[in-house]
């Protein structure tokens, strides 16, 4: 279990790794923090998570008790179109983190950022769940999730530690448009700028909880500060309790639109989905840490929209 050790950040560079990285340091200014990025990355060193020896070679000679494991895939739409692409980095890089961190350092804590996904079907009675509920994946994402939560369980070290978290949907400053909340608000952005006449939207009834990415990455940095009284293997969600239309957030952005802003459905963004209602309970994570979401709705996306008015 963690102590005073280092603490190796997969995924640093991506959108959660931005918010996680700053909190860390603040809670944790004594510990070494080894940030590693993408094969890509410029910002820290690079690594192949589907390759073994990457990984190995990136923490030769790093001492570390603490593993933040972020690196994945993170796009549903993106899964479904490329679903080997996403079991490599989702399930085999998993698979990779397991396999090094029990050379390395079998006694470290692993906390692994996996997502509400992983229970599909079962949130289809529209009641919130919580981490007892069934895991029944609906989409090459959610598979690839679930499977990279059973590769750290079996293959991890009786005397490691894993912490599975269960994030539902987080938006900040910086998401790309790949995600709902950035689509809608740098179509807005746009239109404001003059360079779009309408917005283009897909299913806006889909009820889903929107955090705060700060309070996503809050909430991994005090698992962490609270690993030493937790079980072996835990597993906590992480949302706001609050399910909300997709139609809200729009609502908020066109409120806060500079003009009147059209908008219409466009078929291709209706991604199809039989989950009407995605609400999950975070008591477990509460009763276990001193973390609460922060972050208003409304300020959330208000961020979001601010961002987007700068970079377009």
Partial sequence: ?????????????????????????????????TPLGGPSSKAYRGVDLSDPASLRAALDGVQFDAVIHLAAQSSVAGAINAPELVWRA?????MTVASVVSDLSPHATVIHAGSAECYGESFLPGHPLDESACLKPSNPYARSKVAAELALTDILPANAQLVLLRLFNHTGAGQDE???????AAQVARVEKGEQAI????????ERDFGHVADAAAAIVEVLKASENLPRVSTFNVC??????????????????????AVKVDPARMRPSSIAVAAGSSAALRAATSWVPTRSFEETILEVLDYWRKAV
Avoid: C
Avoid at 21 to 28: M, R, T, V, Y
Avoid at 90 to 94: E, I, P, T
Avoid at 178 to 184: I, Y
């Fill in 199 to 206: 917005i283009e939207v897909g299913d806006l009834t889909a």
């Fill in 178 to 184: 790949r995600f709902v909340v950035p689509s809608f």
């Fill in 90 to 94: 989702n399930a085999v890089g998993a």
């Fill in 240 to 261: 706001t309790e609050v399910a909300r239309p997709v139609d809200d957030v729009l609502e908020v952005l066109l409120s806060a639109a500079k003009h009147p802003v």
């Fill in 1 to 33: 279990m963690s102590g005073d050790g280092g603490i190796v950040v997969t995924g640093a560079s991506g959108f959660i790794g931005s918010h996680v990285l700053p909190q860390l340091k603040a809670a944790f200014p004594e510990r070494l923090i």
